[in-house]
T-cell receptor
Framework: RKEVEQDPGPFNVPEGATVAFNCTYSNSASQSFFWYRQDCRKEPKLLMSVYSSGNEDGRFTAQLNRASQYISLLIRDSKLSDSATYLCVVLLGTGGGNKLTFGTGTQLKVEL | SQTIHQWPATLVQPVGSPLSLECTVEGTSNPNLYWYRQAAGRGLQLLFYSVGIGQISSEVPQNLSASRPQDRQFILSSKKLLLSDSGFYLC?????????????FGPGTRLTVT
């Protein structure tokens, strides 16, 4: 089983749609969670951290369910510029170099 | 503010040639530094990380090596490149954010081994 699993997509949605991405992680000792965005042939960029209480940043909402080991990202009112690959990322702990584990990403294509 | 630089941006090298990729971070001291590789259509694979000068941890066996000669400099090397070394090489550093650590990436080096 992969440490971080995501649906690879692609998700093709019309502009203005709401889209949700899901992610599961295997290690219950994981401590911190993130969503990154990666544009084609570019480096990943931190989109938002995911907190236990859930958090929102404009059109983006992230939620964490520790019991189910499940993370989600909701994008409302999709824009063409949201087209990218979204990476689910997990930090196991704060020792041993604070290494992150990345999912393989979910591709989003927002269309006119 | 902190910034991370990588060079070169792109590189085409023949099989068997040496490699040296450099990463430097500005605006912070004693950062944790990381080298990742992303093969075409694949996820990010952690290659090396460093928690301080001269301290290197290897995550996967391969013909690559890393060094950290200065606090904010991280170098990825190979004596003889293989075709399978082609990929997008990313350097990253972590920043303490509350009770967690956020990781930020450099612009990457796209390596093609021919």
């Amino acid at each position: 089983r992969k440490e971080v699993e995501q649906d690879p997509g692609p998700f093709n949605v019309p502009e203005g749609a709401t889209v949700a991405f899901n992610c599961t992680y295997s290690n219950s000792a994981s401590q911190s969670f993130f969503w990154y965005r990666q544009d084609c042939r570019k480096e990943p960029k931190l989109l938002m951290s995911v907190y236990s209480s859930g958090n929102e940043d404009g059109r983006f909402t992230a939620q964490l369910n520790r019991a189910s080991q499940y993370i989600s990202l909701l994008i409302r009112d999709s824009k063409l510029s949201d087209s990218a690959t979204y990476l689910c990322v997990v930090l196991l702990g704060t020792g041993g170099g604070n290494k992150l584990t990345f999912g393989t990403g979910t591709q989003l294509k927002v269309e006119l | 503010s902190q910034t991370i630089h990588q060079w070169p941006a792109t590189l085409v090298q023949p099989v068997g040639s040496p490699l040296s990729l450099e990463c430097t971070v500005e605006g912070t001291s004693n950062p944790n530094l990381y080298w990742y590789r992303q093969a075409a259509g694949r996820g990010l694979q952690l290659l090396f990380y460093s928690v301080g000068i001269g301290q290197i941890s290897s995550e996967v066996p391969q013909n690559l090596s890393a060094s950290r000669p200065q606090d904010r400099q991280f170098i990825l090397s190979s004596k003889k490149l293989l075709l399978s070394d082609s990929g997008f090489y990313l350097c990253a550093w972590t920043r303490l954010a509350g009770e967690s650590y956020e990781q930020y990436f450099g612009p990457g080096t796209r390596l093609t081994v021919t």
